[in-house]
């Protein structure tokens, strides 16, 4: 059997199901054109992946094998290629993916393995065979069957490296050029790139304090494996034989969010008009294109909400809660439509997922599948006044708010009635755009 071993969302050798297939393989990578021309020079996930590329290069050469590298379009890369027997890949989605993919498998058979999720897509199912669109009865189901799913690491076969030109970066009409981000018409963005045993490692020592601690903007209570888990860096599986070898901590609550991301995923591949249609109300959103712009250069006036925006911005990155507080106010305050806020966090966030990205904004704009119904509306203040009583995550990303008092900064009338050297009065009142939202 000879091989196409494509590293998509799953950049390592260690525990990577793809090394578990034998045989004569060709390892490769594409860096996809389709993608990548939409993005800027600048884009930090393209540095991310990057550094993972090369490092995957590096560790498949310690184990006898390598990584030919190309850039271009997919559908042309494949053809390529003669004398294989069939590609393998890890599963996506997202309805680009899943379009890309079905091209490949008319030119070369295509086998899909589950390694980007815990379960595969049809593996949790009501009794009667349909999908759960509620995720109570979906977790409940799914946190049953986890104790008998084989989480074992999975080894490294025995291969036959095919005899390919492994240097630099191969595109497709043009030639092979140097293994360097420019190459692909990217420049080096300065990200902290921590290896991710490590900061799984630092967070089940803190995980006893994850239930109760994870909101709060000061702390470190969360796993920060987010854009791990995105482009495989570390497997699922690591992580889940890392909790259950845990004794004695509370583990329910981090379980809970990772099959969270299960349940995204899944209502992606059962539901794919979720990617950019609601699920339910006609309500859409009001187009307001100077109303977006304030939002997207982090000056609307509430602090909590620019302040994650500016983060944002700044690192690629955005904690959790103000990623809830900062969605609830641009699709209820701001009445903007749930799909310009979407694709403004996919342009930005390094640990973008597809599924999680879109059905969180929907469940903000309370157009998705969770059964609580449109009048859910943060108040951004009172969220801030909560979990930055201090106003620590405010004055970090907003420094112009250094010198005034936390309690203002959680105060809407103070904020409405007071002038700030180079800070924004707010935009809208909270209690009358809530009101007109409803």
Request: glycine residues 4%; contains cysteine; proline residues 5%.
């Amino acid at each position: 059997m000879k091989r196409i071993l494509w590293f998509t969302r799953d950049l390592r050798v260690e525990d990577n199901p793809l090394l578990s297939l034998g045989g004569e393989v060709l390892p490769i990578f594409i860096f996809d054109e389709h993608i990548l021309k939409k993005l800027p020079q600048n884009d930090k996930r393209v540095t991310f992946i990057f550094y993972h590329v090369v490092k995957l290069k590096s560790d498949l050469q310690k184990i006898g094998l390598d990584l030919k590298i190309f850039y271009g379009k997919p559908e042309e890369i494949f053809e390529y290629f003669s004398g294989f027997d069939e590609v393998v890949a890890s599963g996506d989605y997202d309805s680009y993916a899943r379009e890309r993919d079905a091209k490949i498998s008319r030119m070369l058979h295509f086998r899909y393995l589950n390694d980007t999720y815990i379960f595969k897509p049809k593996e949790v199912l009501k009794d009667n065979g349909e999908p759960y669109f509620v995720f109570t009865p979906f977790y409940k189901k799914a946190r049953a069957a986890l104790p008998s799913k084989n989480i074992d690491e999975v080894k490294i076969a025995e291969h036959i490296l095919a005899k390919e030109d492994y240097k630099g970066i191969q595109k497709i009409g043009e030639g092979r050029v140097a293994l360097e981000l420019k190459s692909i018409g990217f420049v080096k963005e300065n990200i902290e790139i921590v290896t991710p045993h490590v900061k799984l490692e630092e967070f089940l020592k803190k995980i006893d304090a994850y239930k109760e601690m994870r909101d709060y903007l000061a702390t470190n209570a969360t796993s920060c494996l987010s854009v791990d888990l995105r482009f495989g860096t570390i497997s699922m599986r690591a992580i889940l034989r890392a909790l259950f070898s845990l004794k004695g901590a509370e583990i329910e609550p981090f379980f809970r969010q990772l099959i969270f991301r299960d349940f995204y995923a899944y209502l992606f591949f059962h539901i794919p008009t979720l990617e950019t249609k609601n699920y339910k109300y006609s309500f859409n959103g009001i187009e307001d294109n100077e109303k977006f712009k304030v939002f997207c250069e982090a000056k609307t006036g509430v602090p909590i909400v620019d302040a994650g925006v500016r983060e944002l911005l700044d690192t690629g990155g955005m904690h959790n809660r103000v990623r809830m507080v900062a969605a609830s106010f641009f699709t209820k305050d701001l009445l903007l439509p749930w799909q310009w806020g979407e694709r403004f966090f996919a342009s930005h966030l390094l640990d973008y997922d597809s599924a999680s990205n879109v059905l969180s904004w929907q469940w903000s704009a309370g157009t998705g599948v969770d059964p609580q119904p449109y009048f859910r509306v943060f108040n951004p203040y009172l969220q801030s006044k909560k979990f930055d009583k201090e106003a620590l995550y405010i004055k970090k990303w907003l420094p112009a708010l250094a010198h005034i008092a936390p309690k203002f900064l959680h105060d809407e009338a103070y904020l409405l009635n007071n002038t700030i050297a180079e800070y924004p009065k707010p935009i809208v009142v909270h209690k009358e755009a809530a009101k007109k939202a409803v």
